[in-house]
Each structure stands twice: as structure tokens, then as C-alpha cells.
């Protein structure tokens, strides 16, 4: 149908009348205030629709109008489809050089998540389970929490700030209703939903799919970007985007931005990885390890040998079970989720405990909620129905963070994938950096990691040793470790919260006011998983 339309010159005024339309809007925009603009752009479509409208519309205006500044920005979550980096860093390059000749008011920037808020520091580090459709945590500390610090700057030097966004109204039936119920009728600007002093401007809210294609094959890119490349891009896989969202409403109503080529290459939000395979399959063979390993992630996320069995505030809870019949035997139903398929295990390969009694059972047995083994527990309760009748109900514990054994295994396995990854134009590409390993090894220490295994492994696997800081380094030696965990042993001490208190207190020394000490160790010491 594209190719239809671009050899179809027929009609050709009318069929861009939308476009003229579109940069009239922008200029009449652009010069209703001093507010400077901040254009998210993701690589996709829409986005490059709208950077390509501004500069195009930006061009069209006098010098002596240009009175207010255009920032470009891009996300790069750092676990980015490599190919797909590339290509935006090269696009945001193109546009300041253009800029520049052009002598029109654009600055290009590129956000990141803080290394304390990456990917791998948030799953290696602090044990957070990969990112699914009901636990989509990546999207705001990678991409949403940066781009808004980067405005609240921009609102701290300018007073107010208009975020000029690639959303449209057909994208979906919600998305729709969620333009429709920002916008203040005769308003060119909407106010955005969490962001005080920032105003959302959705140049091309009525356009639809094909005007996008129509208005970028016919249109070529000024700063030289190919939007050909990018067609078949979008040819090569039948998803939608992962755009820079930066209003919260408006993302909840996008849905996965896992299922696209501009995603990130770990996500595990959809079942099949689009952004790698797509890759892989035009013959970037290369990337088939980022694929595994990927692949390797989603399976174990709901792997119980993989994970804690309480929250990471300590917190314990219960999922119920049903039991069905096989063979006129009870068997535990273990159902579908995320890449784990469903399971039928007989009710005998459970010990079966009253809730009540759990925390005895815990000690009795000295099972540690913490680690890796899968105790096969169900415990059991009584629950009243609505007709006043009791029934019997199993559960089993839920789960928490991964537990450090899995945050270990999938260190390593990262750095040999990084130590033998073939990156054919770059052959120091790093999948995580030093700062995320500092990181790393700061929370795991925290957690009780005092035998301090980051520097190892890095060295181990990559063959160098890094500056680490001076403070991280443990506490104790080896010997006196053992002698702490044989007295934790002796007097039925949590060798873990004891840690964890020394953790506190190492963090408070050295301060003359040590406020919030006393809280965070009450923090530590009413953890739930402690009182059973
Ligand atoms: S692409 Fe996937 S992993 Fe990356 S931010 Fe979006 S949902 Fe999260």
C-alpha cells in the first residue's frame, strides 16, 4: 500500500496537505511562548515523524523568530538493541551537525538510568525478578525517571517546559481516550500528568499509520537519515515501538514496549524476543548469544530454586494452590507463567503444615527462606465461603527477590557473555559497566555478600582487576566470618539480619548525627520472615 502511494503522484497537493497543516501548527506553537521544547525521540516512526516536522518547520521560520532553544533527546536504557544505539547516537549526531549549518536553536542529549538504578544493578544487584507484563519495572527507572530528571533541570532554568511527544490518537482505543482527556479544549498544550510545569504537545495526534509512512517516504530526512531503512525496519517485524514516553498516563495506556525493534535486547516483558530475532535474522548472526541469554533469563524468572521465598523488605506471603485429581491421586497444580509451563506435582511430595505452625516448622528444620533450595512446602488454612461453609486451602510461600546464588550465576554468565561476544564493529562493547559493577558489589555486600565476590568474578572472567573503592571492602576476613556464623549457629541467630545490622551500621559510622539509624534497624529487625 506504501509503495502504492508513493508512486501514486496523483492527488499529490491534497495528500500533504496534512503535512503543511502539521507545520503550521508547529510554528504557531513554537511562537506562543518562551517555554523551551524537549522532543523525546526513540528512533521509531513517530518520533521521527515529529523531530523531522519541528526541524522542517523550525527551518521553514525567520532567524529573528527563533527565539527559544529545541532539546533532542533520546533514552539509552544501556542494555539497548545494539545496532539500534548505533543508529539513534548517529541520527542525534546528524541532527546537531544540521542544526548547526542550519543555525537553527536544536541541542541533541542522550538520558541514562543512574548506574544505581540499571538494569543489571536492580536485577544482579538487588535481586529483582526480570521484568514481565504485571511487574514492568524497567520502564520507569531505565527510561521514564531519566528523561523526567532531565526536564525537572530544564523547569528548574526555565521556570516551565513544553514536552513535544510522538503520540497518537489511533495507536489504540486508550491511548486515544487518554490524549483526549489531557487536552483543555482551545488548548494547544497539555498539562502532564505527574510533572508540575511541564505541558505535553502532541504535534501529530491525528495523524494515522499511514500518513506517518506517507509523510516520511515522501519526505526525506534532512540531517540524512535514510526513513527507507527505517520502513524496513518496521517490514521486518509487524510490532509497534519503544518510544521515549515521558508522561506516566500515557505510557500505562501503551502497553509492552518490549515487542519492537527499538526495545531493549533483555526484555523478557514478551514471550519472543522481536528486537534480536529480527536482527539474527537479516543475517547479524552475532547476536544469537544475546538471544540465549535472554531467553536464558525468562527461564528461570519463576524458577522457585531461583528465588526467595519472602519480599525485599522481608515480607512474607502466600499463593494458593489448587489441588486436582490425576489418576484419583491429589496433585498440586503449578500453573503457566511468563515461560515456566504448567506443572502437575502429587500432593505427597509436599510437606503439608498448618499456617500456624510454619514458623516452628522453619526452625525445627532450619530452612533458610533465603535460599536456593525449594523446600516443597504447602501450608494449609480454613477459609469460610459465602454459604457459610468451611473449606480446606493449600499455599504455598511466595516468592521474592532472586536469591544470591541466582544473582551470582547470572554475573557470571553476563561477563563470559561480554568476554566472548563478537561485536563486529566494536570490539570493547560492554554489556555492563564498571560503575554497575561497583554498584553491584555495594548492594550484595548489604546483603550479606561480606566474602566481597564481585572484584573475584570480574577477575576471574575478564582477566582485570578494577579501581574498586577503598570502602567497599569488607569488613571481616574469612576466619572471622565463620566464627560469626558458628555463634549465629550456636545461639538460633538469623546470620543474615546480623549481618544485615552490621550492614546499618557500617553505612551510619563516621557521622557525628546518626539520624535514622534507629530506623533502619527497627526496618531490619521487624522483617517479617523473622517472625513467622
Ligand atoms: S523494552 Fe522491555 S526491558 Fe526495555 S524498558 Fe521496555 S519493557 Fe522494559
Redo the contacts with the bound molecule.
Sequence with gaps: MIDGLISNQFNKEQRFSFVSDAKEHIKRAYKEDDRPWVVGYSGGKDSTVVVQLVFEALSEMPKEELHKKVYVISSD?L??TPLIINSINLTLRRIQDEALNRNLPFETHKVKPNANQS?WVNMIGKGYPA?NQQF????D???IDPANQYIMDKVSSFGEVIMVLGVREDESATRGNVIRSHTVEGKTFMRHSTLSNAYVYAPIRNFNVDDVWDYLLNHPSPWGDDNFELHKLYQDSNSGE?PLVVDKTIKESAG???N?R???W?????NEDK?LTGFIQSGHDWMKPLLDFRNWLSSIRDDRTKRMKYRMHGNVYFKEVKIVDIDEKPHVLIPKKSSRPKRFIALDQFDIIKKEDLNKYIEENNIDLGASEDQMLLVTYEEETLDGQTVKKYAQLGLGPYTMEARKEMLIKLLELQRDLKHPEDPHYELISIEELKEIRKIWFKNGDWNDEVPQIVNDILGYTVDWEIDDRPLFDKDQISDLELLCEQFKVDIKIVKQLISVEKDYSGYKVRRGLIDEIGKALKQDYLHL
Design positions: 536504557t542494555v539497548e538494569f521484568p514492568r519495572w524497567c520502564t527507572r531505565l527510561k519503544c509492552s514496549c518490549g519492537s527499538f526495545g531493549c533483555v526484555c523478557t516483558v514478551v528486537a
